[in-house]
């Protein structure tokens, strides 16, 4: 990506991990969120600009886009080794770290658990409070709740074969697209769809959104969350579906924390990039 100058493979938590790395300066871990077709690719407007003042890093996690994909059922306790791993080994310093989404909630884990690997949190619309009993009953449902049995249907039987195959289609990802993760819709190109499309292709690639859909992913941050130490920053796209703006509150009352509130859905460091850029290079000034 834009600001990248290598990139290499690693072994993380058993699993191999494709990664990126750039500019000089102190370090950045970009995290992304989890979603069919995700990768590091969602920070494509970002790491140019910080790898001008920051010594930049990005990876997929495992299942996505080019790292390795098995045939297993991913958990979240799986990717926050991941990203714990990764500070360890690939960055071996305290870094500053960038998450979206449950990328995000991953990254508070490893912060409060792992202090010494995180100077700052930058987080986009995280959702991990969203899966506390307050929420669950606020919100009347709990349509992640962990269901292995669930995961065993769609990777055992026709049903998630004929699921993954929609979902991996140009159409089944411009809806996803246009009515979920952009607020504009003229941010959805082509090109962007066969980003996506691209990152679903190759064996192997249905077993994390299997496991996202059965539940398995989510992480619950409200061990975690009052007992953060580092500084942190919190951006939130206003018009998100997933994890929408109400939410915050549970983050809030837990403990307060600067937020910057803007017109987007569920990326909006890739949808107002220009402000979330500012945000991030002041932050970690």
């Known amino acids: ?13 058993g699993e191999r991990v494709y990664y990126e790395v750039g500019g000089t300066g102190t370090p950045v871990v970009f995290v992304h969120g989890i979603g069919a077709g995700n990768s ?73 658990e792992s202090p010494e690997l995180i100077t700052k949190l930058l987080l986009a619309n995280p959702s991990g409070y969203g899966f506390s009993d307050e929420a669950r009953a606020a919100r009347g449902s709990d349509p992640f709740r962990r269901n292995p049995s669930l995961f065993d249907q769609y990777s055992t039987t026709p049903i998630g074969l004929f699921l993954f195959q ?19 819709g003229n941010l959805v190109t082509p090109e962007l769809t066969r980003i996506y499309q691209q990152n679903l292709e190759g064996a192997n690639k249905a077993f994390a959104p299997f496991s996202f859909f059965a ?18 920053y919190l951006v939130w ?13 549970y983050f809030l009352e837990a403990r307060p924390v600067p937020m910057a509130v803007v017109r987007a859905r569920a990326v909006p460091y890739d949808e107002v990039f220009e402000k979330f ?9």
């Open 1 to 13: 990506m834009a600001g990248m100058t290598s990139s290499a493979y690693v072994v993380l938590a």
């Open 40 to 112: 590091m690719h969602l920070y494509r407007q970002n790491t140019l600009a910080l790898s001008k003042q920051h010594r930049v890093y990005a990876f997929d996690f495992p299942g996505f886009a080019r790292s390795g994909a098995r045939p297993i059922q991913y958990t979240n306790e799986l990717y926050v080794q991941v990203v714990r791993e990764f500070l360890q080994k690939v960055v071996r310093e305290p870094a500053a770290v960038i998450g979206g989404s449950y990328g995000a909630d991953y990254a508070i884990r490893v912060a409060a």
């Open 166 to 184: 929609v979902l991996s289609g140009e159409g089944g990802l411009n809806f996803f697209l246009f009515n979920t993760v952009y607020l504009d």
């Open 215 to 232: 539940g398995m992913l989510a992480q619950d941050v409200s061990p975690y969350w009052a007992k953060l130490k580092q500084p942190t």
């Open 237 to 249: 796209g206003n018009e998100d579906v997933f994890t929408p703006i109400s939410e915050s509150r």
């Open 277 to 285: 850029n500012k945000i991030a290079l002041q932050f970690f000034k």
